[in-house]
């Protein structure tokens, strides 16, 4: 008997327009590029979408299959042309060298965006579909900050975004997408897509899902797949980095009843819009972060993160404001990290442990942020920086830093990686040495991503509005491409109406007025919650 040959592959970044770090191939083959079985070595037993493609997969007898490539780097600035078409033609020729594919499971980020392409994951969908021919299913994954167009809906109805932020069901989205390639190859599934595309970006700052606004579309989202006909929904808070016509958040309703999708569709959209406010926070300031941190008495150390300048907001991870002003109150007991400079790391190779040496940290990549922190450290640690997560994000996956030292400056650890990387997970300092749970201050190059694995050992977790390229403050922004009029920059009414036909089928409606611009910026919370 014949077995159905199912392709995998993964093609993953989130650009921001405004980074001047322009993402080259460099860049993917620094943090995951893999071709064939080397798919296998790579993600075999991780927590992340591949992983779950490959468990349902393995488990039927009835499937062969077929790796194509994966492809990731860290988020940053718009990938360059050179890199994505080397990418993208690579891609297509795995899948012309497979042979004939009876389905393709596809992870995707959704806010990858490349020099004069606004929206190269559509792009890219378009040409494997019209490689593969048009009954051929395909089934992506899609992160929670997707700007999803509807031109994607037009190629597969079976994209699964992420319900939680950190992003922790990678595996689980990854295993649904399988189910329902296999439902619609094997059993004759028919799926539809209803799509909503609201006209707001907002800032992702608040949009954890363990509280807050998010929080309550995910639960709502749960209680729509437990009606008649609902497979799936997924909500997307969209990237608002990304400087393109299809920007912001939008809803997507996987159905069995193309009625019931678009009625929850709809419904769901109307929610999201009236939490909107709810994801606009305002944030202390360095010194005030620092000076709430020391008024705090815990056993366990208090955060503050530094957002702006996270990695995986495409961050440069160099900034230095932050830095600075811990240095310069050189609190004992206190830690920073990780901070991209591979220059100083390659100082303290050439000192040695033990030794001192003089540095210029940080502020080299996004010296408009703040200039480099002149600095006598002693070398205590130095490492590959190669290490696996522990933690719940991307659990199992292999981490490589190329490079890291850990310095002591006066009474303050700091530790430098040799490429830009959130602090996510506390095996980055382990892995060298460093124990973040024993300290008092932990300043971070972090956002959200980084509670899942450090919420357990952290107290309270203070969000630090520093200078840099991931401002929560959108407004900083000199937007040329965004459709307008858009909230928050702008302030307008929306709501989608429903009108009864002769026919009995709804018609949709979408009203936007403009009344003005606003500010970004409202609701004083400290710690995220």
């Not at 798919?39 to 499937?63: C, R």
């Not at 399988?178 to 190859?185: T, V």
């Not at 749970?437 to 203070?462: D, S, Y």
Request: hydrophobic share 40%.
């Amino acid at each position: 008997m014949r077995k159905h040959r199912i392709g995998i592959a993964f093609f993953y970044h989130e650009s921001h327009s405004f980074s001047p770090m322009k993402t080259e191939i460099e860049q993917f083959r620094n943090e995951g590029y893999f071709i064939g079985d080397e798919i296998y070595d790579a993600y075999t037993g991780t927590k992340t979408e591949v992983g779950g493609f490959l468990d349902v997969l393995k488990q039927d007898e009835a499937v062969e299959i077929v790796p194509l490539l994966c492809a990731a780097a860290v988020p940053s600035g718009a990938v360059s042309s050179e890199a994505y078409s080397i990418i993208e033609k690579q891609m297509l020729e795995s899948i012309q060298q497979a042979g004939s594919l009876d389905g393709l499971l596809l992870a995707l980020h959704g806010a990858m965006v490349v020099e004069h392409l606004f929206d190269p994951e559509e792009h890219l969908l378009g040409k494997i579909r019209g490689l593969i021919g048009p009954n051929v299913p395909i089934a992506t994954t899609l992160d929670m900050h997707a700007n999803l167009s509807e031109k994607m809906i037009d190629y597969t109805p079976l994209h699964f975004g992420f319900k939680t932020y950190p992003h922790i069901d990678m595996y689980e989205q990854g295993v649904h997408a399988a189910i329902a390639l296999l439902n619609q190859l094997k059993e004759g599934v028919t799926y539809y897509a209803s799509f909503e595309k609201l006209p707001m970006m907002p800032p992702s700052i608040n949009m954890r899902t363990a509280e807050g606004p998010m929080h309550k579309m995910i639960e709502w989202a749960k209680q729509a797949e437990e009606e008649a006909g609902i497979y799936h929904v997924s909500v997307f808070g969209g990237f608002p980095y990304s400087d393109i016509p299809v920007v912001g958040a939008s809803v997507l309703v996987v159905s069995l009843d193309p009625q019931n999708g678009k009625e929850t569709a709809q419904k769901m959209a109307s929610l999201f819009w009236s939490v909107r406010e709810e994801f606009i926070m305002d944030l202390p300031g360095v010194k005030e972060g620092l000076a709430m941190a020391m008024s705090i008495e815990d056993d366990k150390p208090v955060v503050l993160a530094d957002i702006s300048d996270n990695p995986l907001s495409c961050g440069s991870g160099d900034t230095t404001e932050l830095l600075r002003e811990m240095v310069k109150m050189n609190i004992p007991d206190t830690l920073f990290g990780g901070l991209y400079d591979p220059e100083s790391i390659k100082a303290c190779l050439n000192a040695g442990v033990g030794n001192k040496v003089s540095l210029s940290l940080g502020g080299k990549v996004s010296p408009e942020f703040g200039e480099s922190v002149q600095v006598d450290a002693t070398v205590v640690a130095l490492s590959d920086g190669v290490f696996h997560n522990s933690g719940p994000f991307n659990q199992h996956l292999r981490v490589d830093l190329k490079g890291a030292a850990h310095i002591r400056v006066g009474k303050m650890d700091i530790l430098l990686i040799g490429r830009p990387m959130s602090a996510n997970d506390p095996e980055m300092f382990r892995h060298i040495g460093l124990e973040p749970a024993t300290k008092r201050i932990l300043g971070l190059k972090a956002k959200n991503h980084f509670r899942a694995a450090f919420e357990p050992i952290v107290g309270r977790i203070i969000y630090v509005d520093a200078p840099g390229v991931a401002s929560n403050r959108l407004t900083t922004f000199t937007y040329q491409n965004i459709p307008k009029p858009i909230w928050p920059l702008d302030d307008i009414e929306y709501e989608v109406e429903r009108r009864g036909k002769n026919d009995g089928n709804d018609e949709k409606y979408l009203l936007y007025r403009s009344t003005g611009s606003i500010e970004a910026g409202s609701a004083n919370n400290d710690d995220g919650a």
